[in-house]
């Protein structure tokens, strides 16, 4: 008998015969690779004897019919969670660096030389100067590499406790970033957050990688050029970046650097995002309170919000909205240049 090269597989009937009984399944190729086609064969036509072999070709179809096997999806979908991450290869897939970089602001007061007058608050933000590179010499947010068995959170706090000695009592998500390029040394995705630091618990001190920690005065606002300037200064240092608005969704703005101002990496625009998403928090009053001690006025607690969100409130609005949110106590400030103010603290949330 004539063996031809062409199996089963291109036999329409038993393509057919496969789909109908198995969808999404196919033959191994071993088994049918290399038998005849009968009814295809010229010796098998006009009356030869091998064309009796019709039937035992037809037995055969079903037979391999039988025998299909899965293949890809339907294969995977038969292996246990064992087997299939036994044969996993993470390696495989290209993946990221994963850091977490932090946005951690503060409240300052500053002595205005008249004791008649409160003190003036200033919304700081805490930068560290690079002492490697990429970037070195510039100043940046605090955050570092992702380490294995911990979350991108942990290592948030890690991160700014370690470079700048601070550890906030909350962080507040602010977004991922991720744009091919943010970061010279490869592909590598942040994480960031912003935090809210009391004056009375820092302390400045650079570790790690950073070879300096300090708090600029930030001012923030949009031009009447259309563009977002962002203004950092500390002492006779300062940085101006100037960034545009891509879109706006779900009261979320995406920048893009115009001009980096001095700042590393895509810093410029985690910043204005942070103070973006900051200030729509500020509005519900929960935010502002973690700029505050304890027990505190209800003017300081007035300046926090107008500070923030660079607005001016009337006292007598602001007291009527606020009043849900406060409790007063039966203390006074003391030490101050005019009379005693009342001393409020947080009402208890109910649960």
Same mark, same amino acid.
């Given at each position: 008998?004539?063996?031809?090269?062409?199996?089963?597989?291109?036999?329409?009937?038993?393509?057919?015969?496969?789909?109908?009984?198995?969808?999404?399944?196919?033959?191994? *190729?071993?088994?049918?690779?290399?038998?005849?086609?009968?009814?295809?064969?010229?010796?098998?036509?006009?009356?030869?004897?091998?064309?009796?072999?019709?039937?035992?070709?037809?037995?055969?179809?079903?037979?391999?019919?039988?025998?299909?096997?899965?293949?890809?999806?339907?294969?995977?979908?038969?292996?246990?969670?064992?087997?299939?991450?036994?044969?996993?290869?993470?390696?495989?897939?290209?993946?990221?660096?994963?850091?977490?970089?932090?946005?951690?602001?503060? %409240?300052?007061?500053?002595?205005? *030389?008249?004791?008649?007058?409160?003190?003036?608050s200033r919304l700081s933000i805490l930068l560290v100067r690079r002492g490697g590179h990429p970037f070195r010499g510039c100043w940046a947010l605090?955050?570092?590499?992702?380490?294995?068995?911990?979350?991108?959170?942990?290592?948030?706090?890690?991160? %700014?406790?370690?470079?700048?000695?601070?550890?906030?009592?909350?962080?507040?998500?602010?977004?991922?970033?991720?744009?091919?390029?943010?970061?010279?040394?490869?592909w590598i995705v942040s994480c960031a957050y912003a935090s809210i630091i009391s004056e009375e618990s820092v302390q400045q001190a650079g570790g790690?990688?950073?070879?300096?920690?300090?708090?600029?005065?930030?001012?923030?606002?949009?031009?009447?050029?259309?563009?977002?300037?962002?203004?950092?200064?500390?002492?006779?240092?300062?940085?101006?970046?100037?960034?545009?608005?891509?879109?706006?969704?779900?009261?979320?703005?995406?920048?893009?650097?115009?001009?980096?101002?001095?700042?590393?990496?895509?810093?410029?625009?985690?910043?204005?995002?942070?103070?973006?998403?900051?200030?729509?928090n500020a509005g519900d009053y929960e935010t502002i309170f973690d700029f505050l001690p304890e027990k505190f006025t209800l003017t300081a607690l007035?300046?926090?919000?107008?500070?923030?969100?660079?607005?001016?409130?009337?006292?007598?609005?602001?007291?009527?909205?606020?009043?849900?949110?406060?409790?007063?106590?039966?203390?006074?400030?003391?030490?101050?240049?005019?009379?005693?103010?009342?001393?409020?603290?947080?009402?208890?949330?109910?649960?």
């Amino acid at each position: 008998m004539k063996i031809r090269e062409q199996g089963f597989l291109n036999d329409q009937r038993f393509t057919d015969a496969v789909s109908e009984k198995n969808p999404g399944m196919r033959v191994r *190729g071993e088994i049918f690779c290399g038998l005849a086609s009968a009814e295809r064969d010229p010796e098998l036509q006009n009356g030869s004897p091998m064309r009796s072999d019709r039937e035992k070709n037809r037995k055969t179809i079903k037979r391999l019919v039988n025998r299909t096997i899965p293949c890809g999806k339907e294969r995977q979908a038969m292996q246990t969670e064992k087997e299939f991450l036994s044969q996993y290869k993470i390696s495989d897939y290209e993946r990221p660096s994963m850091t977490a970089d932090v946005a951690a602001f503060m %409240i300052r007061s500053e002595e205005t *030389g008249n004791y008649k007058r409160d003190a003036e608050s200033r919304l700081s933000i805490l930068l560290v100067r690079r002492g490697g590179h990429p970037f070195r010499g510039c100043w940046a947010l605090p955050g570092g590499f992702l380490k294995p068995a911990e979350t991108i959170e942990e290592c948030a706090f890690r991160e %700014i406790t370690e470079e700048a000695n601070v550890k906030p009592a909350a962080l507040l998500p602010v977004g991922i970033f991720s744009d091919p390029g943010r970061d010279p040394r490869g592909w590598i995705v942040s994480c960031a957050y912003a935090s809210i630091i009391s004056e009375e618990s820092v302390q400045q001190a650079g570790g790690d990688d950073a070879s300096d920690a300090q708090w600029f005065d930030v001012w923030y606002d949009r031009g009447k050029d259309g563009y977002y300037h962002l203004d950092l200064r500390y002492r006779d240092t300062e940085l101006h970046a100037v960034l545009s608005e891509i879109k706006t969704s779900f009261k979320r703005t995406l920048f893009e650097i115009k001009d980096s101002g001095g700042l590393a990496f895509d810093h410029a625009r985690i910043i204005a995002t942070a103070l973006t998403v900051l200030r729509e928090n500020a509005g519900d009053y929960e935010t502002i309170f973690d700029f505050l001690p304890e027990k505190f006025t209800l003017t300081a607690l007035q300046k926090v919000q107008e500070t923030i969100m660079n607005i001016s409130i009337l006292p007598a609005n602001f007291r009527r909205k606020v009043s849900d949110y406060v409790t007063e106590t039966d203390e006074y400030t003391q030490g101050t240049g005019h009379r005693p103010a009342k001393l409020y603290r947080r009402k208890e949330r109910e649960i």
